[in-house]
């Protein structure tokens, strides 16, 4: 697996800037979590056929999207931070801003994490959180390829988007690490 990761991250060209051993912990988290992932996210009562290259595919039912997405909000994070880094920007509020549908199905995706966990237990199913993990992943790609975070229309629509990101973040890598996968910070 997780030389089918070092493969996979070679075809699409996403290894410039990272170090020898960088590249080596993120092939091993991209593959380990890619395997960790498919099993996962099966209903425990049904059957399944493992593809390894399917795994890790970035626009699949994977892990590798979820990853994928986390690194992209880390990216964003770290940007704004740098930017913020003389007028700070982080301490404004989102108050008294309109959402827009894409930032709204965002926001009621996440206020369901606790729900979902309890789901899981009852159920005892990890495919649960993998699932509810996948749709988060999707509404927060959505909303990024639809609304602009760091050039948002106003300071107050920013710092929505903003804490709509950390917050995506904390649950991708929360619901993730329920399942023993690990997050990368960059990808």
């Excluded at 709509?164 to 991708?172: E, F, I, P």
Aim: charged share 25%; no cysteine; net charge positive.
């Amino acid at each position: 697996m997780i030389k089918e990761a070092e493969i996979k991250t070679k075809e699409q060209g996403k290894t410039e800037g990272f170090t020898p051993e960088e590249l080596k912990e993120l092939y091993d988290i991209i593959g380990i979590g890619g395997l960790k992932f498919f099993l996962l996210r099966v209903d425990p009562k049904k059957r399944m056929v493992f593809n390894p290259s399917e795994s890790i595919d970035l626009h699949g039912y994977t892990a590798t999207f979820i990853q994928y997405a986390y690194a992209r909000i880390r990216s964003v994070l770290r940007k704004e931070a740098a930017r913020s880094a003389n007028a700070d920007a982080s301490n404004q509020t989102a108050g008294g801003t309109a959402l827009l549908p894409l930032e709204k199905q965002l926001i009621i995706h996440l206020e369901k994490y606790p729900t979902v966990l309890a789901q899981a237990v009852a159920e005892m199913s990890p495919s649960v959180v993998a699932a509810y993990a996948f749709e988060v992943a999707k509404a927060f790609n959505s909303f990024y390829s639809e609304h602009s975070i760091a050039n948002a229309e106003t300071p107050e629509k920013k710092a929505l988007r903003l804490q709509a990101s950390r917050l995506t973040a904390t649950v991708l890598q929360s619901a993730l690490g329920l399942l023993g996968i690990r997050m990368p910070e960059r990808m």
